[in-house]
């Protein structure tokens, strides 16, 4: 999922905005990192929270599929040699990271990093011209494949499920006819095209294209699928006592992260049909509140700030359960058509 420590934002194509780590001292607090420890940062991005954990004394091991990422990276390195691995890696990999002897933490901070959205040529910003690209890992389908290959329908399902746009059939219906004439190729192209389709009105607060831009950066990176999978590889990895700290974003992820937890958390199963009701060892335990926001002071001083969420458990002696997705009731995008199909 995204490449971020600290700097996530529900607006896929924002403005610069310094990186500021995100519910930083709420984060340490649920993570308890300390001499010995081994955490796992699953989203590396500018290393705030990285930095933070070596600082608390704890060893680190810093995931980030971003390769730009990994090269900023190794200045932290060799500041903090022995104690932080640095690998470039997608976070639902993170158990295959894991060392033997298993882990005493895993913090992910689901969002788009501040510093691939300032950068114009990684294609996340609307407000910046660039390629329309926005791939975390620099490879695979970019956002102009989907824009001038998927099919009108699979366009619509996307918008809607992936940007909740209210807005898509009419945004990819224009998509379709302007493609027919010209292929979308940077930012402004396609920014451009759906605020001429859905003007912004004087009582809106995001710009038109937020939603588009967000829904096409979560289907071409597989956000959703990836911190599912990731937070079944964070149940693989841990140890007893171990703690998975998560902050998100936007409702999308943050229901995902909060059924896992309901899920994990030990429930008598069965059927009014059967006598006997046996009840679920739990694998997670609730660290303090179940979901902690930003305060006042931080989401007026770090804008994206204002949507986080955070949600943590710590791990118990059970075994670790199936990776079934169904729990999540994820959109259902697996029937979209082969790109050009």
């Not at 660039?130 to 695979?140: F, I, T, Y």
């Not at 006042?296 to 955070?310: F, G, M, Q, V």
């Amino acid at each position: 999922m995204a490449a971020n420590s600290g700097g996530g934002s529900s607006d896929a194509g924002g403005g610069p905005v310094r990186h500021i780590p995100v519910l930083l001292s709420e984060v340490l607090e649920a993570l308890a990192p300390a001499p010995g420890k081994i955490i796992l940062d699953g989203t590396f991005g500018a290393g705030g929270y990285t930095s933070a954990i070596l600082n608390a004394g704890a060893d680190v091991i810093a995931l980030d599929r971003d390769p730009t990422a990994i090269a900023a990276g190794q200045a932290l390195v060799s500041a903090h040699a022995g104690h932080l691995k640095l690998i470039q890696s997608q976070f639902s990999q993170l158990a295959e990271r894991a060392p033997e002897g298993g882990l005493d933490g895993v913090v992910l901070d689901i969002g788009v990093s501040s510093m691939q959205i300032d950068e114009a040529e990684r294609g996340f910003s609307f407000n910046k011209n660039g390629p329309l690209d926005m791939r975390m890992s620099a490879s695979g389908v970019s956002a102009a494949d989907v824009v001038n290959r998927a099919k009108l329908a699979d366009l619509i399902r996307i918008f809607v499920f992936l940007g909740e746009e209210k807005q898509a059939p009419r945004i990819a219906h224009a998509i379709e006819k302007r493609r027919a004439e010209a292929p979308f190729v940077t930012t402004r192209d396609l920014a451009g095209l759906i605020e001429v389709v859905t003007p912004r009105k004087a009582k809106d607060k995001i710009h038109p294209a937020t939603r588009v831009f967000q829904a096409l950066r979560i289907f071409v990176n597989d956000e959703l699928g990836e911190l599912a999978q990731a937070l079944f590889a964070a149940e693989r990895a841990l140890n007893p006592g171990g703690r998975l700290v998560v902050v998100t974003f936007h409702s999308l992820e943050d229901r995902i992260v909060k059924k896992f937890f309901a899920d994990r958390s030990g429930r008598a199963v069965g059927s009014r049909h059967m006598p006997i009701v046996t009840e679920r060892p739990a694998t997670f335990e609730s660290v303090g509140k179940s979901m902690i926001s930003a305060s006042d002071a931080e989401a007026e001083a770090n804008p994206r700030a204002r949507s986080a969420k955070l949600r943590a458990g710590v791990r118990t002696l059970a075994p670790a359960e199936a990776a079934d997705l169904s729990i999540f009731d994820l959109p259902s995008l697996a029937s979209l058509g082969k790109l050009g199909g």
